[in-house]
């Protein structure tokens, strides 16, 4: 009688195909953060949001012309200069509180989401000798440029 030996095989996976999905997986992953880019896709969200800001200054600014006749006394005419935070010091800069007075244009000024400066909001503001206002947003990111008029 002729004893056959049996082997049993365990079944599961050994360390080198454990080590080679972990390391195609981690591949993978690295191809798809720098596919998303996520610096450049929370660049772009706060150049939107700047974008609405500089709208809704200029939307409030030409508002207030419409009811008054004229616009803001406070916007210079010689460059541009960066706008007052509502509650800021505005030693320097251009004061728009006439237009967050009682909330009829604004219920505040709108603020850069990158900013950090106590006083200012981030925004510029100038007038033409024609009476056309210019609002921008000097820290626009990835090479934008944002600025209105009207």
Known sequence: MTVLAHRTRSRGFTLLEVLLVVAVLGILAAIVVLAINPSKQLADARNAQRKLNVGAILNAVSQYSIDTGSTPGAIPTAAATPICKTGGTCAGLVDLTVLTLNQKYLVSIPFDPASSTANSAGYTVVASVNGRVTV????????????ATR
């Open 136 to 147: 921008a947003a000097p820290a626009a990111e990835n090479g934008a440029v944002i600025s």
